[in-house]
């Protein structure tokens, strides 16, 4: 029978072990060495490094090398080496290829089944890439394992306990992850895990990084910021340093020749480190840690008393400091150092093996979801389908119905993650639907199931129990996982049906995935098919006009009444002059409303003429809506649509924060919450108060329009192009406006006051424009553009 090899695929370095005879045998490479470095260099004539070579080789290429790549997979990060894009898969491959040319050299057998680690944190998208690696590899993962979870099984069949409780805790190079384990007669049953998979010991080893060049600048005013070479030669220091801490109070960090000064004189870095400096600098990092244990302990409904034992495992974890912390949770009971924490999950991952093929029949590993797994529903929410820490395998089904009247079809979107909101969790994959016969908006019985394997495996179905029709997506094949690109037409989307159980709806924590949202918070029809044949993607949002279905009367009616018995009465008392008399205080009374504002930009208002000519929904627009979408806005009022794009749009948004109802200064949006919107066509558009919640809208207007846009003039730029926001142009190296040049090196700092654009250079001011800053199209695009570029240049 083949071999099955654990691989321990690491941030830094990697470990092979198999199963002999009962017991674990760690695997050296070519070189002679139990630990394999995860860097992979390219070299010319198409040729890749992996392995000591490729480590060795990237302090003098650092920019052919790929470092710390593991927290990439399931990402769409790449690595660009002379035209040739790899992604966090293929880099992965290529450190496997060279495990399984050492594992096949030392045991004289072609290998292809592996048991595979993974972050213990890590998602169906990250497995997915994992997987796929291993396939390019030429290997055949029979099992990915969690970091956490394998030590745990490697002390398990270590100590035999009888019935325990265990927490492992792993630092690894570049990610950090916790996970509570029962142990009860050989079963070591995964109860929670937690993790985050950017906090590693290299976050450790940066800080030191960051430390030693502010000192270098402090002493010789030089900047190693952008030295690619010089900051290679210091990140090799600080990681040594890290390591001395380890075990010495102190240490001397010295790296000769790092610069020269003005005379040509050459300058090195020497700096003394102590440990409590070090443990200073990275508090808040051991701070991080610290939360994660104590919630993976909560959320297996435990106390810190209820652990029996804690075991550090991972590179990092020698640091004193985070030994420190990890005493913490051991209570009265010494942390578990019996296996080497470099080579405790490789161990354990071997044991696995064991199961696998049958050797091992006394103990056995039954692993959780680390995060939920559940669906979009109306309104860009996440209803969970499967929770975090379920006992894997597992299996659950809800219900879901269309939210508009006549549909034919649903997209059902696929996610993973934490997150209430869809857009900070993960899409896995998209389930579509047809042949819905014609039937009202709630009326049909969708059911959506879960299954989840013991091996992470995802299949979710999607089925029509009065039509008999579904679909099936299967998460966590080979197939190249591509990030997942698509646009579903918003009437397209599903929410909960009524049906569904209270304990579900509880669990969304949110009021727009129910059904009984009020009419006035749904997107008419006409909106919706507007953003369907726009291409708009997802709905976000809607905000009805502020006298949605009401009359405008404390608007209009107060004042009028007040202006008209202030004239009766100068009139009656005093015939013509009193009129007169009464109507030039009226007059008064309603510049000194805006003395205020004409005192912070006197061009200010001036400049506001543009935006009377645009459409404006007004009182007699009392049914108008403004729906929100992932690529654009629709608004409606009075049976119509107007339609714009965050990619196409051109905006002209108010700066000054003065109210232009003084009287309703509590109730109406302040000024810099009023856009005007233009399309390529022309078409103009302009919108304020009206709508309610400006404080939500606003922003994800100015979010969206960043988020379609600054990618492209960012681009732009860096090509050598030109761009001109109104009065101002703007190039890689300078900003221009009112005949003045000014390089991005030469400007400490871009502000808006008063309405107005300033730069501030050698102490004084400069103002960009002398039409005020609501003249300037897509003004957030260009502040953000400059300051990106301000920075740049000063790095």
Not at 599 to 608: F, V
Not at 612 to 640: M, N, W, Y
Not at 769 to 790: G, T
Request: aromatic share 6%; glycine share 10%.
């Amino acid at each position: 029978m083949a071999r099955v090899v654990g691989i321990d695929l690491g941030s830094l370095n990697s470990v092979m072990c198999v199963l002999e005879d009962g017991q674990p045998r760690i695997l050296t490479n070519a070189e002679g060495s139990a630990f394999t470095s995860t860097v992979v260099s390219f070299i010319d004539g198409g040729k890749v490094l992996a392995g000591q070579q490729a480590f060795e080789r990237a302090h003098s290429h650092p920019g052919r090398s790929a470092i710390n790549w593991r927290r990439q997979l399931g990402t769409e990060w790449q690595f660009t080496d002379e035209g040739r894009i790899f992604g966090a898969p293929k880099i992965a491959a290529c450190v496997l290829m060279k495990l399984k040319r050492d594992a096949e050299a030392q045991l004289g057998e072609e290998i292809t089944d592996v048991v595979i680690s993974v972050p213990s944190y890590f998602g169906a998208a990250e497995l997915r890439a994992t997987t796929h690696a291993c396939t390019l590899a030429g290997l055949r993962p029979l099992r990915l394992v969690g970091d956490a979870g394998a030590a745990a099984f490697a002390y398990a069949m270590h100590t035999n306990p009888c019935t325990e409780t265990v927490l492992v805790a792993d630092l690894g190079g570049g990610t950090f992850s916790v996970t509570v384990v029962r142990i009860d007669n050989g079963v070591a049953e995964v109860r929670a895990v937690r993790g985050d998979n950017a906090l590693g010991g290299n976050e450790w080893g940066q800080r030191i990084l960051a430390h030693l060049v502010r000192k270098f600048r402090a002493h010789n005013g030089i900047d190693l910021g952008r030295n690619v070479p010089a900051l290679v030669r210091i990140t090799a220091a600080a990681r040594t340093a890290k390591h001395e801490l380890s075990s010495m109070p102190s240490t001397v960090i010295e790296v000769p020749a790092l610069a020269t000064d003005a005379d040509g004189n050459q300058l090195s870095l020497t700096e003394t480190l102590t440990r409590a400096e070090f443990a200073s600098m990275t508090a808040d990092l051991l701070d991080r840690c610290r939360a994660l244990i104590a919630a993976a302990i909560t959320d297996a409904g435990l106390t810190t008393r209820d652990i029996d034992r804690v075991i550090p495992i991972g590179a990092a974890s020698r640091m004193p400091a985070f030994d420190a912390l990890i005493t913490e949770f051991a209570g009265d009971r010494e942390p578990y150092r019996g296996l080497p924490p470099e080579q405790a999950v490789a161990i354990g991952l071997a044991a696995i093996t064991g199961v696998l093929d049958g050797t091992v029949r006394d103990h056995t590993l039954l692993d959780c979801l680390p995060m939920p797994l559940g669906i979009a529903v109306w309104g860009r929410r996440f209803a969970t389908l499967i929770d975090r820490n379920s006992l894997l395998p597992a299996r659950r089904s809800i219900f879901v119905t269309t939210i508009a009247d006549n549909r034919s079809r649903v997209a059902v979107e696929v996610f993973q993650g934490i997150s209430d909101a869809v857009k900070h969790n993960r899409l896995l994959g998209v389930l579509h639907l047809d042949g819905l016969p014609a039937a009202p908006r709630g009326a049909h019985r969708i059911e959506i199931t879960a299954e989840i394997d013991p091996f992470n495996r995802i299949r979710v179905t999607a089925g029509n129990p009065s039509t008999g029709s579904g679909q099936t997506l299967i998460i966590g094949s080979d197939r190249d996982p591509s990030p997942i690109h698509h646009a579903i037409q918003a009437s397209e989307e599903v929410e909960l049906h009524p049906d569904q159980d209270a304990g579900t709806r509880r669990e969304q924590h949110t009021e727009s995935s129910s059904p009984e949202v009020p009419a006035r918070r749904r997107p008419t029809e006409s909106t919706l098919d507007a953003a369907a044949n726009h291409l708009l993607g997802h709905h976000l949002s809607t905000h009805p006009h502020r006298w949605y279905g009401g009359s405008p009367l404390l608007l209009y009616g107060v004042p009028l009444a007040v202006a008209a018995a202030v004239l009766i009465f100068g009139t009656v008392e005093k015939g013509l002059p009193g009129t007169l008399a009464a109507a030039g205080l009226l007059v008064l009374g309603l510049v000194a409303t805006r003395i205020k504002s004409f005192a912070k930009a006197p061009r200010y208002l001036l400049a506001r003429a543009k935006y009377a000519r645009a459409a404006k929904p007004g009182t007699g627009f009392r049914d108008a809506q403004l729906s929100l979408f992932e690529h654009g806005v629709v608004i409606f009022g009075r049976g119509a649509t107007t339609v714009f794009r965050w990619d196409t749009v051109t905006v002209l948004q108010d700066l000054v924060e003065t109210k232009y109802m003084w009287y309703l200064s509590d109730t109406i949006a302040s000024m810099k919450d009023r856009y005007l919107l233009t399309d390529p066509s022309g078409g103009s558009y302009r919108i304020s108060g009206e709508f309610v919640e400006a404080g939500q809208w606003g922003p994800v207007i100015r979010e969206g329009i960043l988020a379609a846009r600054l990618p492209g003039a960012l681009a732009a730029v860096e090509a050598g192009q030109t761009l001109t926001f109104g009065s101002i142009t703007v190039n890689r190296d300078i900003v221009t406006a009112r005949g003045r040049s000014v390089p991005w090196s030469d400007i400490e700092g871009i502000r808006t006051q008063r309405g107005f654009i300033s730069l501030r250079v050698a102490g004084q001011r400069f103002s960009l424009v002398k039409a005020p800053a609501n003249a300037v199209p897509n003004i957030f695009v260009f502040l953000e553009l400059a300051e990106r570029l301000r920075v740049s240049a000063k790095a």
